[in-house]
T-cell receptor, first 112, second 115 residues
Framework: KQEVTQIPAALSVPEGENLVLNCSFT??????LQWFRQDPGKGLTSLLL?????REQTSGRLNASLDKSSGRSTLYIAASQPGDSATYLC???????????FGQGTTLQVKP | NAGVMQNPRHLVRRRGQEARLRCSPM?????VYWYRQLPEEGLKFMVY????????ESGMPKERFSAEFPKEGPSILRIQQVVRGDSAAYFC?????????????FGEGSRLTVL
C-alpha cells in the first residue's frame, strides 16, 4: 500500500532564502508524482508533474526532482518570496487513473 | 477555457439533512475524481467516474455517500443524513480521456459544514 510522507510539516524562512521540501513514498512503482500548492481556503494549483521516467522538472523558481529507487522527491524553491507562503502537497500516482495518494503537506511561511 | 467548476463553494447543513455537491469538469475532460479533505488531515481519494460509469469507488464510505456523472450535466456527490463528521472540504478533479501525463486539474472545492 502506497504511503506518502512530507517533512517538515511546517517551515518558516526569511525572504530570499532557497529551500527544499521533502516528499517520500513507500512504493517505487509510481506512474508520476505531482506537486501542488494550496492557499488557505482555496483549491489545489498544480505546480509540477514528474513522470516516472523523468528525473526532474523545472518551472521558474521551482525545481522538482524524483528518485524512484530511494522513494523520494524534493521541491526546491529558489529565492523565496512572501507570496510563496502556502501549503505544498505532493501526491503519488500509482497508475494512470488519477487516484492520487497525498502527503500531509508542508506549510511554508516566508517572512518579509 | 474555464477550469473545474464546483458549486456550491460553501454549504451548511443540519444533521440528518442531505448535501449535494456539483462538479463540472474542464472542457473536453471526461474523467472526474472526488477527494475529501477532513480538518487537520490530508486529501483522500473517494471515487473516480467516467460518463455514466463508476470506475473506482474504493474510497467512498459504505453508507450515505453516492456519486454519479450522468451523460448530460455535472457530476454530483450526494451525502444523505449528514453527520458532524462529514464536515470537510470536498474537491473535484478532472482529466482528459486517455491522458498521457496523468495530470489532474482541481476545482476550488466545496466546503461542507454540518451543524
Amino acid at each position: 500500500k502506497q504511503e506518502v510522507t512530507q517533512i517538515p510539516a511546517a517551515l518558516s524562512v526569511p525572504e530570499g532564502e532557497n529551500l527544499v521540501l521533502n516528499c517520500s513514498f513507500t512504493d517505487s512503482a509510481i506512474y508520476n508524482l505531482q506537486w501542488f500548492r494550496q492557499d488557505p481556503g482555496k483549491g489545489l494549483t498544480s505546480l509540477l508533474l514528474i513522470q516516472s521516467s523523468q528525473r526532474e522538472q523545472t518551472s521558474g523558481r521551482l525545481n522538482a526532482s524524483l528518485d524512484k529507487s530511494s522513494g523520494r522527491s524534493t521541491l526546491y524553491i529558489a529565492a523565496s518570496q512572501p507570496g510563496d507562503s502556502a501549503t505544498y502537497l505532493c501526491a503519488a500516482n500509482t497508475g494512470n487513473t488519477g487516484k492520487l495518494i497525498f502527503g500531509q503537506g508542508t506549510t511554508l511561511q516566508v517572512k518579509p | 477555457n474555464a477550469g473545474v467548476m464546483q458549486n456550491p463553494r460553501h454549504l451548511v447543513r443540519r444533521r440528518g439533512q442531505e448535501a449535494r455537491l456539483r462538479c463540472s469538469p474542464m472542457k473536453g475532460h471526461s474523467h472526474v475524481y472526488w477527494y475529501r479533505q477532513l480538518p487537520e488531515e490530508g486529501l483522500k481519494f473517494m471515487v473516480y467516474l467516467q460518463k455514466e460509469n463508476i470506475i473506482d469507488e474504493s474510497g467512498m464510505p459504505k453508507e450515505r455517500f453516492s456519486a454519479e456523472f450522468p451523460k448530460e450535466g455535472p457530476s454530483i456527490l450526494r451525502i444523505q443524513q449528514v453527520v458532524r463528521g462529514d464536515s470537510a472540504a470536498y474537491f473535484c478533479a478532472s482529466s482528459p480521456p486517455s491522458s498521457s501525463t496523468g495530470e489532474l486539474f482541481f476545482g476550488e472545492g466545496s466546503r461542507l459544514t454540518v451543524l
